[in-house]
């Protein structure tokens, strides 16, 4: 039986503990997690793409069938230039899912080979988003609850104003 491959993307501006969560639980469902690191071109990154890839190989560069990736362009052409079976994303609410529904539809008819998995955000990282984590830092608020320890300094120190 071949491998199977999925690609798990996102900005990660920055990387939230609710991020790990999906990656940790999709590596253990899956033989390959590829992590791409988006460059969104609607939004304006506070992490360079080298910052936010740093971030998630300090994180969980430890997983050994985790890869991190930068990537830009089509998520459907890259995954299957990689051979991914899957796209794996995190749903927290039903806005989530009503944006993240639309993408998989596109994906699929861009690559029928591509299917979407849906996972459920743990309840305690429901209300968790890196926006969130970027408006909390900036207030000079404590953001030890939201991002990996490891590398709560660098995220704080940009963020704070």
């Given at each position: 039986?071949?491998a199977?491959?999925v690609?798990c993307p996102?900005?990660?501006?920055p ?13 253990k469902?899956?033989?390959k997690?590829?992590?791409a ?8 990154p506070s992490f ?14 430890d997983?050994?069938?985790v ?7 089509l998520?459907?052409?890259?995954a299957k230039?990689?051979?991914?079976k899957a ?14 529904f639309q993408?998989?539809?596109?994906n699929?008819?861009l690559n029928?080979?591509l299917?979407?998995v ?5 309840s305690?990282?429901?209300?968790l ?7 909390v830092?900036?207030l ?8 990996p320890?490891?590398?709560h300094a660098q995220v ?6």
């Amino acid at each position: 039986m071949d491998a199977t491959t999925v690609i798990c993307p996102g900005s990660f501006d920055p990387v939230t503990l609710g991020h790990i969560d999906i990656i940790q639980r999709a590596a253990k469902m899956f033989d390959k997690v590829i992590v791409a690191v988006l460059v969104n071109m609607s939004k304006q990154p506070s992490f360079t793409i080298d910052e936010r890839i740093s971030f998630l190989k300090t994180a969980i560069g430890d997983i050994d069938n985790v890869e991190i990736v930068g990537f830009s362009g089509l998520l459907a052409d890259y995954a299957k230039e990689r051979g991914a079976k899957a796209v794996v994303k995190g749903l927290r609410a039903m806005s989530d899912f009503e944006y993240e529904f639309q993408m998989a539809l596109t994906n699929k008819k861009l690559n029928p080979e591509l299917d979407t998995v849906f996972l459920t955000s743990d309840s305690q990282y429901m209300y968790l988003s890196s926006s969130m984590v970027k408006q909390v830092a900036s207030l000079g608020g404590d953001i030890s609850n939201f991002v990996p320890a490891c590398i709560h300094a660098q995220v704080y120190e940009r963020l704070k104003k």
